[in-house]
Structure formats: structure tokens, C-alpha cells
């Protein structure tokens, strides 16, 4: 069965870094750009960053940009996003996902074909 798990996620202080990860079962993840989402409670599903199959091409959200890193490595078939200076309004539940693309193109969720069950970060003092 194909799948995309997300893990890494956790409880940090403002200010603090954690890096998620997004490993695939039953495909191969390095055809594929990957997209990672997050979505607060009471909020709608947000894109955060894409990252384009080869690594070469990333892209971010204005409010996340020079925080966060996605990068690659396709030999563990694994995607991770690397969130550094984290602050409360980035609490969410972060959701990898592939796209249908080899590119990064826009965050509608057409364009996103396998979703992961997400993982929790919760930013607080």
C-alpha cells in the first residue's frame, strides 16, 4: 500500500528547531516534487514549502520563508523540512505530500495526489 509518514514532530519553545521528516512505503519518492502543509484547529490547510524532485527548486510561504528548509535525499526515499526560530503562530499539524508534478507548481491540492496522516508542532512557552 503506498504511504507517506511524517514524523519529527513535537513540543518546542519559541524560538526553538525541529526537523520533520517524510519517508514513502510502496513508491518511489524521487519522480516527484513534494509538498508540506500544515493546518491550525478553526484554520484552512496552508502550503508551507515544495521542493522539486532532483532538490534543485524550493519554494516557500512569505511566512515561513528564512525559517525553514526543505531539502532531500532520494536514496532514503525521505523529504524534510528543517524549522528553525519557531513561534506559536507556526503550531500545526504538518502534512507531507507528492505531487502529481516532478516540479513545484502551486499548493492546490489537485496537484497533490498521496497525503501522510500528519505529525503535531506545538510551539509554546
Known amino acids: 500500500q503506498l504511504q507517506l509518514v511524517e514524523s519529527g514532530g513535537g513540543l518546542v519553545q519559541p524560538g526553538g528547531s525541529l526537523r520533520l521528516s517524510c519517508s514513502a512505503s510502496?513508491?518511489?519518492?524521487?519522480?516527484?516534487?513534494i509538498g508540506w502543509f500544515r493546518q491550525a484547529p478553526g484554520k484552512e490547510r496552508e502550503g508551507v514549502s515544495c521542493?522539486?524532485?532532483?532538490?534543485?527548486?524550493?519554494n516557500y510561504a512569505d511566512s515561513v520563508k528564512g525559517r525553514f528548509t526543505a531539502s532531500r535525499d532520494n536514496a532514503k526515499n525521505t523529504v524534510y523540512l528543517q524549522m528553525n526560530s519557531l513561534n506559536p503562530e507556526d503550531t500545526a499539524v504538518y502534512y507531507c505530500?507528492?505531487?502529481?508534478?516532478?516540479?513545484?507548481?502551486?499548493?492546490?491540492?489537485?496537484?497533490?495526489?498521496?497525503w501522510g496522516q500528519g505529525t503535531q508542532v506545538t510551539v509554546s512557552s
Open positions: 505530500a507528492k505531487s502529481v508534478y516532478s516540479y513545484c507548481s502551486s499548493y492546490v491540492s489537485t496537484n497533490f495526489g498521496s
Open positions: 510502496g513508491f518511489t519518492l524521487n519522480y516527484y516534487a
Open positions: 521542493i522539486s524532485s532532483s532538490g534543485a527548486a524550493t
